[in-house]
Protein backbone atom coordinates (compact mmCIF):
# COMPACT_ATOMS: atom_id res chain seq x y z
CA UNK A 1 0.00 0.00 0.00
CA UNK A 2 1.18 3.65 -0.56
CA UNK A 3 0.26 5.61 2.35
CA UNK A 4 0.64 9.39 3.51
CA UNK A 5 -0.96 10.70 0.05
CA UNK A 6 -3.23 12.72 1.70
CA UNK A 7 -0.78 14.27 3.47
CA UNK A 8 -0.13 15.88 0.49
CA UNK A 9 -2.46 18.62 -0.33
CA UNK A 10 -3.33 18.91 3.75
CA UNK A 11 -3.97 22.13 4.68
CA UNK A 12 -0.75 23.36 6.71
CA UNK A 13 -1.96 24.04 10.47
CA UNK A 14 -3.06 20.18 10.15
CA UNK A 15 -0.12 19.10 8.80
CA UNK A 16 2.05 21.21 11.23
CA UNK A 17 0.27 19.41 14.21
CA UNK A 18 1.17 16.19 12.58
CA UNK A 19 4.90 17.09 12.40
CA UNK A 20 5.15 18.20 15.78
CA UNK A 21 3.94 14.95 16.97
CA UNK A 22 6.67 13.51 14.45
CA UNK A 23 9.03 15.44 15.70
CA UNK A 24 8.57 14.83 19.19
CA UNK A 25 9.13 10.87 19.02
CA UNK A 26 11.70 11.41 16.58
CA UNK A 27 13.90 13.97 19.22
CA UNK A 28 13.03 11.61 21.89
CA UNK A 29 14.54 8.67 20.18
CA UNK A 30 17.71 10.91 19.13
CA UNK A 31 18.23 11.82 22.79
CA UNK A 32 17.12 8.24 24.56
CA UNK A 33 19.73 6.08 21.68
CA UNK A 34 22.41 8.29 20.31
CA UNK A 35 25.14 9.51 22.66
CA UNK A 36 25.82 12.48 19.54
CA UNK A 37 22.87 13.67 20.12
CA UNK A 38 22.39 13.75 23.57
CA UNK A 39 25.71 15.46 24.16
CA UNK A 40 24.03 18.29 21.82
CA UNK A 41 20.95 18.56 23.77
CA UNK A 42 23.36 18.74 26.64
CA UNK A 43 25.59 21.35 25.37
CA UNK A 44 22.61 23.54 24.35
CA UNK A 45 21.18 23.09 27.62
CA UNK A 46 17.88 21.85 27.17
CA UNK A 47 16.01 18.43 26.62
CA UNK A 48 13.49 16.99 24.80
CA UNK A 49 10.95 18.67 26.53
CA UNK A 50 11.62 22.07 26.04
CA UNK A 51 11.09 21.70 22.51
CA UNK A 52 7.39 22.78 22.96
CA UNK A 53 6.43 23.87 19.28
CA UNK A 54 8.58 23.11 15.79
CA UNK A 55 9.88 26.84 16.27
CA UNK A 56 11.47 25.53 19.09
CA UNK A 57 13.59 23.80 16.42
CA UNK A 58 15.53 26.25 16.19
CA UNK A 59 17.21 25.97 19.47
CA UNK A 60 18.55 23.07 18.84
CA UNK A 61 22.69 22.62 17.00
CA UNK A 62 23.44 21.67 13.66
CA UNK A 63 24.42 18.15 12.57
CA UNK A 64 26.92 18.42 10.45
CA UNK A 65 28.86 15.52 7.77
CA UNK A 66 31.92 16.16 10.07
CA UNK A 67 29.74 14.81 13.12
CA UNK A 68 28.54 11.91 10.85
CA UNK A 69 32.20 10.98 10.09
CA UNK A 70 32.89 11.19 13.85
CA UNK A 71 31.01 8.47 14.33
CA UNK A 72 31.45 6.09 11.34
CA UNK A 73 30.45 3.50 10.86
CA UNK A 74 27.18 3.06 13.03
CA UNK A 75 27.71 5.39 15.73
CA UNK A 76 24.79 7.54 14.88
CA UNK A 77 22.35 4.68 14.86
CA UNK A 78 19.43 5.12 17.21
CA UNK A 79 18.21 1.34 17.20
CA UNK A 80 20.25 -1.97 17.61
CA UNK A 81 22.14 -3.24 15.13
CA UNK A 82 19.47 -6.37 14.89
CA UNK A 83 16.92 -4.16 13.74
CA UNK A 84 18.54 -3.12 11.05
CA UNK A 85 18.03 -4.91 7.72
CA UNK A 86 19.52 -2.42 4.90
CA UNK A 87 23.06 -0.39 4.98
CA UNK A 88 24.05 2.29 2.27
CA UNK A 89 26.93 4.68 2.39
CA UNK A 90 27.57 7.95 0.50
CA UNK A 91 30.28 7.35 -1.97
CA UNK A 92 32.71 9.72 -0.27
CA UNK A 93 34.19 11.73 -3.13
CA UNK A 94 34.66 14.60 -0.66
CA UNK A 95 36.06 12.57 2.12
CA UNK A 96 35.40 9.43 4.72
CA UNK A 97 31.88 8.12 3.34
CA UNK A 98 28.95 7.97 5.78
CA UNK A 99 27.12 5.34 6.61
CA UNK A 100 23.54 5.29 6.75
CA UNK A 101 20.58 2.33 7.87
CA UNK A 102 17.22 1.13 7.41
CA UNK A 103 14.89 -0.58 9.82
CA UNK A 104 12.11 -2.62 7.62
CA UNK A 105 9.84 0.29 8.61
CA UNK A 106 12.18 2.70 7.30
CA UNK A 107 12.58 0.92 4.13
CA UNK A 108 8.74 0.73 3.87
CA UNK A 109 8.51 4.71 4.55
CA UNK A 110 11.49 5.13 1.74
CA UNK A 111 9.25 2.36 -0.93
CA UNK A 112 6.11 4.38 -0.46
CA UNK A 113 8.07 8.29 -0.85
CA UNK A 114 9.84 6.90 -3.49
CA UNK A 115 6.51 5.51 -5.05
CA UNK A 116 4.73 9.24 -4.64
CA UNK A 117 7.82 10.54 -6.11
CA UNK A 118 7.34 8.64 -9.01
CA UNK A 119 4.03 9.46 -9.21
CA UNK A 120 4.50 13.35 -8.50
CA UNK A 121 6.91 13.02 -11.86
CA UNK A 122 3.80 11.32 -13.73
CA UNK A 123 4.55 7.55 -13.55
CA UNK A 124 1.94 5.40 -12.83
CA UNK A 125 1.02 1.75 -12.34
CA UNK A 126 1.03 0.98 -16.36
CA UNK A 127 4.59 2.09 -16.50
CA UNK A 128 7.93 0.44 -17.21
CA UNK A 129 10.36 2.23 -15.70
CA UNK A 130 13.54 1.96 -16.84
CA UNK A 131 16.03 2.20 -14.05
CA UNK A 132 19.50 3.17 -14.59
CA UNK A 133 20.68 4.61 -11.22
CA UNK A 134 23.38 2.72 -9.72
CA UNK A 135 22.52 -0.07 -7.38
CA UNK A 136 24.59 -1.14 -4.56
CA UNK A 137 25.93 1.36 -2.02
CA UNK A 138 24.37 4.49 -4.23
CA UNK A 139 20.83 5.29 -2.70
CA UNK A 140 19.89 5.79 -6.00
CA UNK A 141 18.98 2.32 -7.69
CA UNK A 142 17.60 0.30 -4.89
CA UNK A 143 15.47 3.93 -3.66
CA UNK A 144 13.83 4.45 -7.57
CA UNK A 145 13.30 0.31 -7.60
CA UNK A 146 11.57 -0.51 -4.54
CA UNK A 147 9.35 2.81 -5.12
CA UNK A 148 8.85 1.35 -8.72
CA UNK A 149 7.81 -2.02 -7.13
CA UNK A 150 5.30 -0.24 -4.30
CA UNK A 151 3.86 1.87 -7.19
CA UNK A 152 2.92 -1.40 -8.91
CA UNK A 153 5.02 -0.14 -12.37
CA UNK A 154 7.37 -2.68 -13.84
CA UNK A 155 10.44 -2.10 -13.14
CA UNK A 156 14.00 -3.34 -15.28
CA UNK A 157 16.93 -3.02 -12.20
CA UNK A 158 19.47 -2.47 -15.13
CA UNK A 159 21.55 0.22 -13.08
CA UNK A 160 24.34 2.41 -14.84
CA UNK A 161 26.96 1.40 -17.65
CA UNK A 162 26.77 -1.49 -19.90
CA UNK A 163 25.48 1.39 -21.97
CA UNK A 164 25.31 -0.64 -25.39
CA UNK A 165 22.99 -3.45 -23.53
CA UNK A 166 20.54 -0.33 -21.86
CA UNK A 167 20.07 0.64 -25.66
CA UNK A 168 18.80 -2.48 -26.96
CA UNK A 169 17.12 -3.24 -23.89
CA UNK A 170 15.26 0.23 -24.34
CA UNK A 171 14.46 -0.75 -27.93
CA UNK A 172 13.04 -4.17 -27.59
CA UNK A 173 11.22 -3.29 -23.94
CA UNK A 174 9.46 -0.51 -24.18
CA UNK A 175 10.28 1.04 -21.40
CA UNK A 176 8.19 4.59 -20.81
CA UNK A 177 9.72 5.83 -17.83
CA UNK A 178 13.62 6.83 -17.70
CA UNK A 179 15.44 7.00 -13.76
CA UNK A 180 18.53 8.39 -14.04
CA UNK A 181 21.56 10.70 -13.47
CA UNK A 182 20.71 13.55 -16.24
CA UNK A 183 24.11 13.42 -17.63
CA UNK A 184 23.90 9.06 -17.92
CA UNK A 185 20.50 10.04 -19.77
CA UNK A 186 22.65 12.20 -21.98
CA UNK A 187 25.33 9.36 -22.80
CA UNK A 188 22.33 6.85 -23.25
CA UNK A 189 20.98 9.00 -26.38
CA UNK A 190 24.18 9.58 -27.77
CA UNK A 191 25.25 5.76 -27.55
CA UNK A 192 21.78 5.08 -29.00
CA UNK A 193 22.78 7.53 -31.67
CA UNK A 194 25.70 5.80 -32.61
CA UNK A 195 23.50 2.38 -32.76
CA UNK A 196 21.50 4.11 -34.83
CA UNK A 197 18.36 4.28 -32.63
CA UNK A 198 16.57 7.73 -32.25
CA UNK A 199 15.84 7.98 -28.47
CA UNK A 200 12.69 10.38 -29.76
CA UNK A 201 11.38 6.49 -31.19
CA UNK A 202 11.85 4.88 -28.23
CA UNK A 203 8.03 5.07 -26.24
CA UNK A 204 9.67 7.13 -22.90
CA UNK A 205 6.66 9.55 -21.66
CA UNK A 206 9.09 10.89 -18.83
CA UNK A 207 12.65 10.93 -17.41
CA UNK A 208 12.76 11.19 -13.64
CA UNK A 209 16.26 12.55 -13.10
CA UNK A 210 18.33 13.84 -10.31
CA UNK A 211 21.49 13.28 -7.65
CA UNK A 212 23.53 16.22 -9.60
CA UNK A 213 22.74 19.78 -10.46
CA UNK A 214 21.47 20.39 -13.73
CA UNK A 215 20.30 23.92 -14.79
CA UNK A 216 16.82 24.59 -16.65
CA UNK A 217 18.63 25.03 -19.67
CA UNK A 218 20.10 21.87 -19.65
CA UNK A 219 16.32 20.12 -18.90
CA UNK A 220 15.31 21.75 -22.34
CA UNK A 221 18.78 19.71 -24.29
CA UNK A 222 17.69 16.79 -22.48
CA UNK A 223 13.61 16.70 -23.36
CA UNK A 224 14.64 17.74 -26.96
CA UNK A 225 17.05 15.46 -28.12
CA UNK A 226 15.73 12.28 -26.06
CA UNK A 227 11.82 13.38 -26.74
CA UNK A 228 10.57 13.31 -22.99
CA UNK A 229 9.35 14.98 -20.52
CA UNK A 230 12.23 15.36 -17.69
CA UNK A 231 11.13 15.99 -14.19
CA UNK A 232 13.68 16.94 -11.49
CA UNK A 233 14.00 14.56 -7.97
CA UNK A 234 16.15 14.95 -4.89
CA UNK A 235 17.58 13.42 -1.80
CA UNK A 236 20.97 12.10 0.29
CA UNK A 237 21.63 9.49 1.69
CA UNK A 238 21.74 11.18 4.98
CA UNK A 239 18.39 11.92 4.77
CA UNK A 240 17.18 8.65 3.25
CA UNK A 241 18.11 8.89 -0.30
CA UNK A 242 16.01 9.57 -3.11
CA UNK A 243 12.52 10.70 -2.63
CA UNK A 244 13.28 13.64 -0.08
CA UNK A 245 11.55 16.28 -2.50
CA UNK A 246 10.14 15.63 -5.84
CA UNK A 247 9.01 17.87 -9.03
CA UNK A 248 5.50 17.82 -9.90
CA UNK A 249 5.22 16.56 -13.75
CA UNK A 250 1.83 19.51 -14.06
CA UNK A 251 4.17 22.54 -12.64
CA UNK A 252 7.67 21.68 -13.05
CA UNK A 253 8.77 24.42 -11.12
CA UNK A 254 10.43 23.52 -7.95
CA UNK A 255 10.24 20.18 -5.93
CA UNK A 256 7.62 19.47 -3.17
CA UNK A 257 9.22 18.35 -0.16
CA UNK A 258 7.59 15.56 2.08
CA UNK A 259 7.49 17.38 4.74
CA UNK A 260 5.00 15.02 6.50
CA UNK A 261 8.39 13.28 6.87
CA UNK A 262 11.47 15.93 6.66
CA UNK A 263 11.12 19.28 8.28
CA UNK A 264 12.71 21.70 5.93
CA UNK A 265 14.99 25.04 7.34
CA UNK A 266 16.59 27.65 4.87
CA UNK A 267 20.56 28.98 7.37
CA UNK A 268 22.59 31.33 6.25
CA UNK A 269 25.18 29.28 5.72
CA UNK A 270 27.75 31.60 7.24
CA UNK A 271 25.52 32.52 10.67
CA UNK A 272 23.42 29.70 10.81
CA UNK A 273 20.43 32.42 10.90
CA UNK A 274 17.49 30.67 10.00
CA UNK A 275 16.37 32.54 6.79
CA UNK A 276 12.80 33.45 5.61
CA UNK A 277 10.55 31.67 2.40
CA UNK A 278 12.29 33.20 -0.47
CA UNK A 279 15.89 33.53 0.31
CA UNK A 280 18.70 31.77 -0.61
CA UNK A 281 21.07 29.41 1.54
CA UNK A 282 21.95 26.43 2.34
CA UNK A 283 19.45 23.82 3.42
CA UNK A 284 18.68 21.85 6.86
CA UNK A 285 16.74 18.82 7.08
CA UNK A 286 15.55 17.03 10.20
CA UNK A 287 13.59 13.36 9.64
CA UNK A 288 10.66 12.87 11.63
CA UNK A 289 9.89 9.49 10.84
CA UNK A 290 13.22 7.71 10.73
CA UNK A 291 13.99 4.61 13.16
CA UNK A 292 17.37 3.31 12.50
CA UNK A 293 18.78 7.34 10.94
CA UNK A 294 17.25 10.26 12.85
CA UNK A 295 19.19 13.82 11.46
CA UNK A 296 18.58 16.70 13.74
CA UNK A 297 18.72 19.79 11.64
CA UNK A 298 21.06 18.30 9.27
CA UNK A 299 23.41 20.47 7.15
CA UNK A 300 23.20 19.26 3.57
CA UNK A 301 25.35 21.96 2.27
CA UNK A 302 22.75 22.17 -1.10
CA UNK A 303 22.20 25.85 -1.78
CA UNK A 304 18.39 26.99 -2.71
CA UNK A 305 15.47 28.54 -1.30
CA UNK A 306 12.09 27.53 -0.29
CA UNK A 307 8.69 28.08 -2.05
CA UNK A 308 5.12 28.06 -0.01
CA UNK A 309 2.82 29.39 -2.92
CA UNK A 310 0.32 27.61 -4.12
CA UNK A 311 1.26 24.77 -6.61
CA UNK A 312 -1.21 23.83 -9.73
CA UNK A 313 -0.82 20.04 -9.16
CA UNK A 314 -3.13 21.24 -5.49
CA UNK A 315 0.09 19.63 -3.35
CA UNK A 316 0.10 22.38 -0.47
CA UNK A 317 3.61 20.81 0.47
CA UNK A 318 6.11 23.74 0.62
CA UNK A 319 8.69 23.73 -3.03
CA UNK A 320 12.58 24.20 -3.00
CA UNK A 321 13.54 25.61 -6.18
CA UNK A 322 15.94 23.67 -8.11
CA UNK A 323 19.20 23.21 -6.42
CA UNK A 324 22.32 25.52 -7.91
CA UNK A 325 25.21 23.91 -6.08
CA UNK A 326 26.92 22.15 -2.97
CA UNK A 327 28.60 25.35 -0.91
CA UNK A 328 31.68 23.05 -1.05
CA UNK A 329 31.16 23.19 -4.91
CA UNK A 330 31.01 26.78 -4.49
CA UNK A 331 34.71 27.78 -7.07
CA UNK A 332 35.70 31.37 -5.40
CA UNK A 333 37.15 32.80 -8.30
CA UNK A 334 39.13 35.59 -7.91
CA UNK A 335 36.85 36.51 -5.38
CA UNK A 336 33.67 35.92 -7.37
CA UNK A 337 31.41 32.84 -5.99
CA UNK A 338 30.13 30.52 -8.89
CA UNK A 339 28.84 27.69 -9.24
CA UNK A 340 29.11 24.89 -11.79
CA UNK A 341 25.25 25.12 -13.08
CA UNK A 342 25.67 28.80 -13.59
CA UNK A 343 28.47 28.04 -16.14
CA UNK A 344 26.23 25.39 -17.44
CA UNK A 345 23.12 27.84 -17.96
CA UNK A 346 25.03 30.33 -20.05
CA UNK A 347 26.92 27.35 -22.12
CA UNK A 348 23.43 26.23 -22.53
CA UNK A 349 21.93 28.96 -24.17
CA UNK A 350 24.89 28.97 -27.19
CA UNK A 351 24.14 27.51 -30.38
CA UNK A 352 26.37 24.47 -31.35
CA UNK A 353 27.51 23.18 -27.57
CA UNK A 354 26.76 20.00 -26.37
CA UNK A 355 26.02 19.38 -23.14
CA UNK A 356 29.34 17.96 -21.92
CA UNK A 357 31.25 20.06 -19.76
CA UNK A 358 34.12 20.29 -17.23
CA UNK A 359 35.55 23.23 -15.27
CA UNK A 360 39.45 23.07 -14.15
CA UNK A 361 41.17 25.32 -11.64
CA UNK A 362 44.26 26.15 -11.55
CA UNK A 363 46.63 28.76 -9.14
CA UNK A 364 49.22 30.63 -11.06
CA UNK A 365 51.00 32.64 -8.29
CA UNK A 366 47.89 34.14 -6.53
CA UNK A 367 45.92 34.24 -8.99
CA UNK A 368 42.95 31.17 -9.74
CA UNK A 369 42.66 30.07 -13.70
CA UNK A 370 39.43 29.01 -14.52
CA UNK A 371 39.07 27.12 -17.87
CA UNK A 372 35.88 25.94 -19.13
CA UNK A 373 36.38 22.65 -21.32
CA UNK A 374 33.23 22.68 -22.94
CA UNK A 375 32.33 19.96 -26.53
CA UNK A 376 30.90 21.89 -29.51
CA UNK A 377 29.33 19.93 -32.55
CA UNK A 378 30.58 17.95 -35.02
CA UNK A 379 29.66 20.35 -37.69
CA UNK A 380 31.49 23.34 -35.76
CA UNK A 381 34.80 21.22 -35.44
CA UNK A 382 34.54 20.62 -39.29
CA UNK A 383 34.56 24.39 -39.50
CA UNK A 384 37.36 26.47 -40.14
CA UNK A 385 39.97 27.26 -36.89
CA UNK A 386 38.60 31.03 -37.28
CA UNK A 387 35.33 29.99 -36.42
CA UNK A 388 35.98 28.46 -33.35
CA UNK A 389 38.19 31.26 -32.13
CA UNK A 390 34.89 33.43 -32.53
CA UNK A 391 32.50 30.96 -30.81
CA UNK A 392 35.20 30.65 -27.89
CA UNK A 393 35.68 35.00 -27.57
CA UNK A 394 31.51 34.59 -27.63
CA UNK A 395 31.51 31.90 -24.55
CA UNK A 396 34.23 34.02 -22.79
CA UNK A 397 32.19 37.18 -23.02
CA UNK A 398 28.81 35.41 -22.35
CA UNK A 399 30.45 34.46 -18.94
CA UNK A 400 31.94 37.79 -18.04
CA UNK A 401 28.50 39.43 -19.09
CA UNK A 402 26.75 36.60 -16.97
CA UNK A 403 28.42 35.24 -14.11
CA UNK A 404 31.08 38.17 -13.75
CA UNK A 405 33.50 35.92 -13.82
CA UNK A 406 36.89 35.57 -16.51
CA UNK A 407 37.05 32.48 -17.57
CA UNK A 408 39.42 30.59 -20.31
CA UNK A 409 37.43 28.73 -22.39
CA UNK A 410 38.50 25.77 -24.56
CA UNK A 411 36.25 24.11 -27.16
CA UNK A 412 37.08 20.05 -27.35
CA UNK A 413 35.84 17.99 -29.90
CA UNK A 414 32.51 15.65 -29.12
CA UNK A 415 32.98 13.27 -26.81
CA UNK A 416 36.47 14.24 -26.06
CA UNK A 417 35.23 14.65 -21.72
CA UNK A 418 34.74 11.62 -19.92
CA UNK A 419 31.24 10.41 -19.30
CA UNK A 420 29.95 9.11 -16.29
CA UNK A 421 28.23 6.24 -15.27
CA UNK A 422 26.48 8.19 -12.19
CA UNK A 423 27.24 11.55 -11.31
CA UNK A 424 29.20 13.87 -13.98
CA UNK A 425 32.24 15.13 -12.46
CA UNK A 426 32.17 19.33 -13.59
CA UNK A 427 34.84 20.34 -11.93
CA UNK A 428 38.54 19.28 -11.47
CA UNK A 429 40.37 21.33 -8.91
CA UNK A 430 44.15 21.49 -9.02
CA UNK A 431 44.40 24.00 -6.21
CA UNK A 432 43.38 21.10 -3.74
CA UNK A 433 46.11 19.11 -4.85
O1 LIG B 1 22.25 11.43 -4.86
C1 LIG B 1 20.30 10.48 -3.82
C2 LIG B 1 19.57 10.54 -5.11
C3 LIG B 1 19.58 9.47 -5.95
C4 LIG B 1 18.83 11.67 -5.45
C5 LIG B 1 18.87 9.51 -7.14
C6 LIG B 1 18.12 11.71 -6.62
C7 LIG B 1 18.13 10.64 -7.47
P1 LIG B 1 23.90 11.14 -2.38
O2 LIG B 1 24.75 10.29 -3.22
O3 LIG B 1 24.02 11.06 -0.90
O4 LIG B 1 22.38 10.84 -2.66
O5 LIG B 1 24.13 12.63 -2.84
C8 LIG B 1 23.34 13.66 -2.32
O6 LIG B 1 23.53 14.94 -4.37
O7 LIG B 1 23.26 16.59 -1.23
C9 LIG B 1 23.01 17.09 -3.60
O8 LIG B 1 24.23 17.80 -3.48
C10 LIG B 1 23.07 16.19 -4.83
N1 LIG B 1 21.74 16.05 -5.42
C11 LIG B 1 20.86 15.06 -5.27
N2 LIG B 1 19.75 15.28 -6.01
C12 LIG B 1 19.93 16.48 -6.62
C13 LIG B 1 19.16 17.28 -7.51
C14 LIG B 1 21.72 10.96 -3.87
N3 LIG B 1 17.97 16.90 -7.97
C15 LIG B 1 23.73 14.97 -2.96
N4 LIG B 1 19.69 18.47 -7.91
C16 LIG B 1 22.84 16.10 -2.48
C17 LIG B 1 20.89 18.88 -7.46
C18 LIG B 1 21.20 16.98 -6.23
N5 LIG B 1 21.67 18.17 -6.66
Not at 66 to 75: I, K, S, T
Not at 175 to 180: D, G, S
Not at 329 to 336: A, E, K, Q, T, Y
Request: charged fraction near 25%; proline fraction near 5%.
Amino acid sequence: MIYDIEYETMPREALEAIQFRRLKATLDRGYASVPFYRKQFEAAGLTPGDIQCLQDLQRLPFTTKQDLRDNYPFGMFAVPMENVVRIHASSGTTGQPTVVGYTARDVDTWASLMARSLMAGGATRGDIIHNAYGYGLFTGGLGAHYGAEKLGASVIPVSGGNTKRQVVIMKDFGPTILTATPSYALHLAEVADEMGVSFRDLKFKYGIFGAEPWSENMRGDIEEKLGLVAVDIYGLSEVIGPGVAMECHEAKKGLHIFEDHFIPEIINPETGEVLPYGETGELVFTSITKEAFPVIRYRTRDITSLNPEPCICGRTMVRMNKVSGRSDDMLIIRGVNVFPSQIESVLMEMQNVEPHYQLVVDREGSLDILTVMVEVSETMFSDEVKTLQGMEKEITKNIKDYLGVSAKVKLVEPKAIARSQGKAVRVIDNRKI
